[in-house]
Structures are given as structure tokens and as C-alpha cells.
């Protein structure tokens, strides 16, 4: 049955290899179960449901690439779109966390919308490279800034805006040492750096300080209508959103197209142009499986660049995929676990995935200020200005400044032109 339905003879793999694989991908991406319902969490909503909302988003849809596309991709909550939500849509804005998750379901539609029309790798190319990775760096750099503050390395100071944390506080020293545990052992190709960091940090956070309570591993689910069923989705049909809508569609675009693209060349199943068997498929699954992760409260899903891990150990077909997504669903069943995890168990994850985005910057042609200029501006304006949004606004209007001001107007396409007159009138009409 599995040869028949995943072809492994003709993908050059078999089942041991494959499930191997799955188990490999599972183990570097399981962290989300534990770091989206922290973020989420901070935006008021019941981290034990989101733990289970996530899991099982992540277990369903990832067993449908695997099942529809044949391909070794798993999905989950993305990172950096949760943190947006919480801190900036929630947080900063005052928005209910039901609105604010509305918005990601409406920016999920128009990516479904996009996918089923056929215009989603269109779009793609209309937007410049400088762009495109401004924006992956942009969302580093601020989700970066957030893991930081969540350690308490960087507080906030009323005369330099930011200073150092207190760094004889020992939440602190454990926070920073998550961080390097992750990546001292993702520099030594340790693929589940991210849960063993969180498993050691939260170890010694029962230990050292007295807030942090064990409140048992194994349970059945709790109830889901604490969050299910609580989206507003009416309620983010508002003029004032659209902007944090489109910020939503775009980022979502980009990365998911993006690790398909670099997880499918990795695996070696795309040709030149980048496309790949069944790629209609699995984008219809990526983004229905989006338009669902937000109706049920667990943030916009996205394919995860971890899905490489398994690819490097042999994983070529969705049987991987199958694998990965049963272990979320089994998963499922140690919610009480979401409890003991303190915030700074998770923040060098995020500090973690911001270094990772932040290393497309080496794409940028530095030495053309028409191209490093948006760049740059898209990316600085994240963190600085605490909005993915108005990144991306300035990021679209500078290109255009540089390049008509500059004799160069004619690589100024239609679709840029749209973007950035849309993110003026914003700035005009709404601020």
C-alpha cells in the first residue's frame, strides 16, 4: 500500500528511510508546540487550547501535503506572523486577540484566493528581490528584538528607548543560555537544538526560580471552545485592518512559496524554474491549510524550512510528511506540559529563527543603493518602527523613489506601483 500510494521504488527510497526522516523533521519543529502557545498566550488566549489547536493543524495538514503532494513538507504555526499578532496587532494596537486573528484568517483567504487563480508565483516575481528579502530579514531582525525582551536582555529605557536587561537576575542568564544551546548545537548539525534547549532551560527554571511549577506530562485534551469558535472574522472586516491584512497576505506569500521552493530544490525534485511534481497540490494544501490554522486560533500555517532536516537523511516522499504529522497528532496528548514552560524557555527560539531570516540579507546587491537602499529600509523599519506593516510600506515606496529618481523608472513594475500608491493613501487617509 505504501509503495502504491507514495511510489518509493520510483523516488529512490523506502520506508525505513522515510519514516526515519519523518521522525528527524518532527524533532526539529516540535518546538512550535511550545513557542506559539507562549507568544499566543501573550495575547490573552488559553495556552493549553493553543497547544492543541496547534498540534493538530500541524498534524492534519501536514499529513495532507504528504498524502495530496507526495512531498517530505510539514507545516505548521509561522513564526514571526504569531509574534506580529501577538505583540504588535494585540499588544501595541489594542486590538482583541478574536480581531486580531481575523485578520490572519482574511490575509489567508486572499493567499488561497491567489493560490487558486494561479497568480500566487506571478506575484512573486513582480515583487523585487530587494523586497522580498527585506522582508524575511525585516521579520528576524523584530522578532529577534521580541525574543530578546522575552529573556529580559533588552528593556525598555525612556531616555535610549532600549537598554541592557538586569544580568544578575538568573530568568535572564537562563534565557541567554537557551539561545547559545541552540545554536552551539545547531553549528554542530544537532537538528533538535530548539527542544532540547527548552527541555534543559525549563529544567532549571523548576530548580532556580519558584514561579515555574510542574503541573504533570500526560492528559487528555482540554475543551477547545475557550478559543475555537471565537475568531471574529466579521469583526476584522475593518478599513483601519486592511493594512495589517495585506502585511499578513504578503508575508505568508513569501514564506511559504519561498521553503517550497528551498526544500524541494534541496531534496532535488525542482527543476531549473523551480517547479516540481504536483505543485499545484501542495500549494492549494499549503494554503487551505493557512485559511484553517487561523479559523480555529492558532495563527497562519506555513510550510517550515526545518522540513530540510528530513530531506538530509534520505526523506523524498510525502510518506515523510504522513510520519511527521501522526507524531503532532500523538503529541496532542501532553498539553499539561505547555504549562511549566516559561517565556524565556522559548525567547532564543525566536532570537534563534530571527538569525536564520536575517541571512537572505546576503542576496542584496550592496553596492547599488537602488536595490540596498529598500532593503535595508525594509528591514530596519520592522524593529525600529515595531510593525512588520510599516516595514513593508516603506520598503515599497523607497524602491520606487530610488529607481524613478534615479533615470531608472521603467524597472518599476505595475504591481510595485499598485503596492506602494495603496500603503501612501494609507499613510494619508489613516496613518
Excluded at 22 to 34: A, Q
Excluded at 152 to 177: C, E, K, Q, R
Aim: include cysteine.
Amino acid at each position: 500500500m505504501l509503495e502504491r500510494v507514495f511510489k518509493l521504488r520510483e523516488k529512490g527510497s523506502t520506508t525505513k528511510t522515510e519514516i526515519i526522516a519523518g521522525i528527524t523533521t518532527f524533532f526539529t519543529m516540535v518546538y512550535i508546540v511550545f513557542v506559539n502557545p507562549s507568544i499566543l498566550g501573550d495575547a490573552g488566549m488559553d495556552k493549553q487550547v493553543v497547544f492543541v489547536t496547534t498540534c493538530l493543524i500541524a498534524g492534519i495538514g501536514t499529513m495532507a501535503m504528504g498524502l495530496f503532494s507526495n512531498l517530505p513538507i510539514a507545516l505548521a504555526p509561522a513564526m514571526g506572523l504569531n509574534a506580529f499578532f501577538a505583540y504588535v496587532v494585540v499588544g501595541k494596537l489594542g486590538y482583541s486577540w478574536e480581531i486580531g486573528m481575523g485578520t490572519i484568517f482574511w490575509g489567508s483567504v486572499g493567499l488561497f484566493v491567489l493560490t487558486l487563480l494561479q497568480i500566487r508565483y506571478w506575484l512573486m516575481a513582480s515583487i523585487p528581490l530587494s523586497i522580498r528579502v527585506g522582508i524575511g530579514a525585516g521579520i528576524g531582525f523584530f522578532i529577534a528584538l521580541i525574543g530578546f525582551k522575552n529573556m529580559g536582555l533588552v528593556v525598555a529605557n525612556p531616555a535610549t528607548l532600549v537598554a541592557l536587561g538586569d544580568l544578575h537576575d538568573p530568568t535572564v542568564l537562563l534565557g541567554v543560555l537557551g539561545f547559545f544551546i541552540i545554536v552551539v548545537l545547531a553549528a554542530r548539525n544537532i537538528f533538535s537544538g530548539v527542544l532540547i534547549s527548552i527541555a534543559v532551560v525549563t529544567g532549571l527554571a523548576l530548580w532556580l526560580d519558584e514561579s515555574v511549577m510542574f503541573h504533570g506530562v500526560i492528559s487528555m485534551p482540554p475543551a477547545l471552545d475557550a478559543v475555537v469558535g471565537k475568531v471574529d472574522i466579521a469583526g476584522a472586516l475593518d478599513t483601519a485592518l486592511l493594512g495589517i491584512i495585506f502585511s499578513f497576505l504578503l508575508v505568508n506569500l513569501f514564506d511559504s512559496s519561498g521553503t517550497l521552493l528551498g526544500v524541494t530544490d534541496k531534496a532535488g525534485i525542482s527543476d531549473e524554474n523551480g517547479r516540481f511534481p504536483k505543485m499545484k497540490q501542495a500549494l492549494l494544501v499549503d494554503s487551505i491549510s493557512a485559511v484553517g490554522g487561523s479559523y480555529i486560533g492558532t495563527s497562519a500555517i506555513s510550510t517550515y524550512i526545518e522540513s530540510g532536516a528530513g530531506v538530509s537523511v534520505g526523506g523524498r516522499t510525502g510518506l515523510t510528511a504522513v510520519t511527521v504529522g501522526v507524531l503532532f497528532l500523538l503529541t496532542i496528548f501532553f498539553s499539561p506540559l505547555t504549562a511549566v514552560v516559561p517565556t524565556y524557555a522559548t525567547a532564543g527560539a525566536l532570537v534563534y529563527v530571527g538569525i536564520l531570516m536575517a541571512s537572505s540579507l546576503i542576496r542584496v546587491s550592496w553596492d547599488d543603493l537602488t536595490e540596498a537602499t529598500p532593503a535595508f529600509i525594509t528591514a530596519a523599519m520592522m524593529p525600529f518602527t515595531y510593525s512588520i506593516t510599516e516595514g513593508i510600506a516603506f520598503g515599497f515606496i523607497s524602491y520606487c523613489i530610488m529607481k524613478a529618481s534615479t533615470g531608472r523608472i521603467k524597472e518599476i513594475n505595475a504591481p510595485v506601483w499598485v503596492v506602494s500608491l495603496l500603503f501612501i493613501a494609507k499613510f494619508v487617509w489613516v496613518g
